[in-house]
């Protein structure tokens, strides 16, 4: 600081008088988030002020005494010395006083926002906006300024006090004024400001938005106090910020244009750039970006970033209002000519070319955008999304995947560089170039035997997702021939190909109804060693405290993987993040995993759980008790639903436990499809699968239809998550006019609707369950038009303790739009699912703590026998 200000009193008298400003920069950490918490203050700047930084316009203008300007340039961490009003003010009078032989008195020298004397105890990020001006004046009745070498130490001591009794007199009487906030109340509001900034970081957005927006209704009571005006400022922005991230646009726009100040916020401007351009409203959000890059007037590397970034959104206007307009490319292409490694400027501009059908020239730009992505310590989400779905989009063009693979270099052909781009094919639901990418990098000489399972069990759940079952049975036999001496403990693959090796054709009717000489013969599953448990995570249903907000940690890493490790191809759960779904992690409720079994252990282990499930979903359930005798074992003790193998494990226990209700095989199934009932559903299509009821003395038998990890809500216009495309390949599977039961919606209860209304997507719960419902209702009734399906909808299944409030109301307004539908048929046995008066589930129906038994069938029976005419 002294070397800064001895250059500053080198500079000519002339350039002073030129000028009339004292700049003045508050610099905090550069990363806010690892601040001290017991400041709470550094989200606050950091949300406020680009870069962490402010900058501030001192003006001192006198008929008498000189004018002055100069830069001063302060440094100071806030976390421990936060710079206030009463030093801006010292440091400029300092600043006056050596550079003039007649100063400023330092008695009734005042600073002023233009309008209020502002108080000198208050932080400078708190009283003033970035880039406001800033004055200093003297107090009406103050002497002309003295000569500062004519002070005695009794004049300066009396002055002292003068100007203390008079600047505590002036703040009194103005904090009893009905235009200035109460002190007290200053400090509440800052705080509560401090702990919506925590909760929005952490992802608690709906109790992030009620605080911000109880801010906001107080300190609108305050509008002319600055402190007032600025926090409600700040609250509207956070709050459209939080509606842009919801696309809630029209609600956004609604809340900028409420600001105070909108003309003078960078960070206003840009959020409602940002949502009138989603509006369609193109015109105006160019000029809205206009405004907001006028107000960067320095070329500081944050400025840079914040100019660049506006200019993208500005050529994606003009790019979306007319394709044909050349200054959209133009402007893409100064902004990559300054930063190359700009994501979007690149996504934006390679998405041009994809349009423009140059699709393989653009291919090394995305996977350099993918690559930094995967380095980067703080990813932009919508830059990583954007990415994906525009990798993801090029794949699904004819031959993209020999294009891509003929630019890559051979260094870069690693099987967990494949696997991941594997992955980002399939999130986006191109399961075509997701499977073929697989494919290569098992064919590859480099792969070992870690990549070589955990690409394979990628690969069978993509098969899995195509419905080609035959072919995931046979590549796992394959891998198994490869390896057949790997084992877990005392099992090994060679053990596996005992039971299963010579099978050849799992879906024939033979291995359904056990009479196969293929594999062993039925035998009866007996008790297992966890029977009767719950294997799924339920996330909890309070609010998360600031201690827990405080704990929370970045999924993104894990989110995007890494080009140098082997990641799991294939982990439903994982990859539905980007899709509003609640994960431990993010739900506070993170649990460590307590296993003795190595990553490889659990690939291979993963392997046979979903072999099991495969085949069950093909009917090949004759040889399936002999594999799980052999295998069961290896659970004992192993918390293995907190693996990476959660998913496999959860349903190789639904599967399990439900053939352990079977007496026997069905041995009277036959092969048409006139007495068959499809049953399309979640995991809860497993237990009914296979069974048999009676229509108006008629036979028929339930078939089922798994589609894994399905939601209502995936099934809205234009979703393309992989959960969707099983759903669509499973309906193709089944023959126009059939008979279909649909289940779904508890994991829309479970998860999906509750985590939606705790990131304020949803007003609230039943907002929430009505948009689910229309979605799920809307896509049955058009399968009922489109396929001449006869539909009958399933209640949710009320067996979680945790969700069975919300499950109820999910189903009373399912069974509304049903019953309101000419072409739907709704089966009302709900109430006979639960017992004590509708409080509890009823235990006779009990599988495995999250589903239920196929016990519970003859209730289906006569639902359906109520509702169901032949001749209709």
């Known amino acids: 600081q002294k070397t800064l200000v001895a250059s500053i009193r080198s500079v000519p008298d002339y350039i002073w008088r030129d000028r009339s ?129 004519s002070d005695s130490a009794a004049q300066a001591s009396n002055r002292k006090a003068e100007k203390a009794d008079s600047a505590s007199k002036s703040h009194d009487e103005r904090l009893q004024s009905p235009k200035g906030m109460p002190n007290d109340l200053r400090s509440i509001l800052v705080t509560k400001y401090q702990e919506a900034m925590k909760l929005q970081s952490a992802g608690l957005l709906r109790n992030a938005f009620n605080q911000f927006q109880d801010i906001a209704k107080v300190a ?69 970006f206009s405004l907001a890059k006028s107000l960067i007037t320095s070329a500081s590397k944050v400025n840079l970033q914040n100019r660049r970034d506006i200019d993208v959104w500005i050529a994606r206007c003009t790019y979306a209002s007319d394709p044909t307009d050349s200054r959209a490319l133009k402007m893409y292409e100064r902004v990559l000519s300054e930063d190359d490694h700009h994501g979007m400027a690149v996504v934006q501009y390679a998405a041009v070319g994809v349009e423009r059908g140059r699709a393989r020239d653009v291919i090394p730009h995305v996977l350099r955008n993918l690559i930094l992505c995967s380095k980067a310590q703080n990813v932009d989400r919508e830059v990583l999304d954007s990415t994906k779905k525009l990798f993801a989009r090029i794949m699904a063009l004819p031959n993209m995947v020999d294009s891509l693979m003929e630019q890559i270099s051979d260094a870069a052909q690693s099987p967990p560089a494949l696997g991941y781009l594997a992955s980002v094919c399939k999130e986006n639901g191109v399961l075509r170039a997701c499977r073929d990418l697989l494919l290569r990098a098992l064919n590859l000489s480099s792969v070992q035997e870690g990549s070589l399972l955990n690409l394979t069990l990628g690969y069978m759940h993509v098969l ?248 209502c809500w995936h099934m809205r216009p234009g979703c393309n998550f992989f959960p969707r495309i099983n759903f669509e390949n499973a309906i193709k599977s089944i023959p126009d006019g059939s008979l279909v039961i649909f289940s779904f919606g508890e994991i829309d209860c479970r998860e999906g609707i509750l985590t939606a209304v705790a990131q304020n997507k949803y007003q609230d719960l039943e907002q929430g369950i009505r948009k689910s419902v229309s979605i799920y209702v809307k896509k049955l009734e058009e399968l009922a038009i489109t396929r001449h399906f006869r539909i009958f909808v399933h209640p949710i299944v009320p067996v979680l303790d945790p969700t069975r409030s919300t499950v109820r109301k999910f189903t009373a307004s399912l069974k509304l739009a049903v019953d309101e539908s000419k072409r739907l048929v709704y089966l009302d046995f709900f109430d006979d699912l639960l017992a004590d008066n509708g409080e509890s589930f009823n235990r006779n129906f009990a599988l495995d703590g999250t589903h239920m038994s196929p016990l519970y069938i003859p209730l289906l029976q006569s639902a359906m026998e109520n509702v169901y005419l032949p001749s209709s």
């Open 21 to 149: 400003c004292l700049c003045l920069w508050l610099v905090t950490l550069e990363d806010h988030r690892q601040m001290s918490a017991s400041m709470g203050f550094g989200a606050f700047v950091a949300n406020e002020f680009p870069g962490g930084k402010i900058k501030l316009y001192v003006h001192y203008i006198d008929d008498v005494t000189p004018k002055f300007s100069f830069t001063l340039i302060h440094v100071t961490d806030i976390t421990h010395s936060p710079r206030t009003v009463e030093d801006l003010r010292k440091d400029f009078l300092a600043a006056y006083n050596d550079r003039f032989s007649i100063g400023l008195s330092n008695t009734r020298s005042v600073i002023s926002d233009g309008k209020y004397i502002v108080d000198n105890r208050r932080l400078l990020p708190v009283a003033f906006q970035n880039l406001q001006d800033v004055f200093l004046y003297q107090q009406e009745g103050e002497d002309a300024p003295e000569d500062k070498s």
């Open 220 to 288: 609108s009571s305050y509008h002319t106090d600055p402190l007032g005006s600025q926090l409600h400022d700040l609250c509207q922005e956070s709050m459209a910020a939080i509606n842009v991230h919801n696309k809630k646009f029209q609600e956004a726009r609604a809340g900028l244009m409420a600001l105070h100040a909108l003309d003078r916020s960078l960070r206003g401007l840009f959020l409602l750039g940002r949502s009138e351009f989603h509006l369609k409203e193109y015109e105006s959000a160019i000029r809205r």
């Open 464 to 711: 899995e997702l195509t419905l080609d079952f035959q072919k995931a049975f046979d590549f796992f036999i394959k891998v198994l021939h490869q390896i057949p001496s790997m084992r877990i403990k005392d099992v090994s693959n060679k053990d596996i190909l005992d039971i299963l090796g010579a099978i050849t054709n799992i879906t024939h009717s033979d291995l359904l109804r056990g009479v196969s000489s293929e594999c062993p013969k039925w035998e009866s599953v007996g008790r297992l060693i966890d029977e009767g448990e719950c294997q799924v995570s339920i996330p909890p249903l309070v609010q998360v405290t600031l201690r827990e907000v405080e704990e929370q940690k970045s999924r993104i890493r894990e989110e995007i993987g890494s080009f140098a490790k082997d990641k799991g191809a294939d982990n439903e759960r994982r990859q539905e993040k980007k899709e509003e779904e609640d994960d431990d992690k993010e739900s506070g409720n993170e649990k460590k995993s307590s296993t003795s079994y190595s990553p490889i252990d659990l690939d291979l282990l993963g392997m046979w759980f979903a072999i099991i499930k495969i085949l069950y979903t093909a009917g090949c359930v004759q040889p399936l008790p002999k594999l799980i005798h052999l295998i069961d074992h290896l659970r004992k003790g192993e918390d293995l639903h907190l693996t990476s193998i959660r998913n496999e494990h959860a349903y190789y226990c639904t599967v399990s436990q439900v053939l352990a209700h079977w007496a026997s095989p069905p041995k009277d199934w036959k092969d048409g499809s006139s007495d068959k009932i499809f049953f399309v559903g979640d995991s809860h299509s497993v237990a009914p699968g296979y069974q048999a009821i009676i229509l108006h003395e008629k036979r028929y038998c339930l078939v089922p239809k798994l589609v894994t990890g399905l939601k």
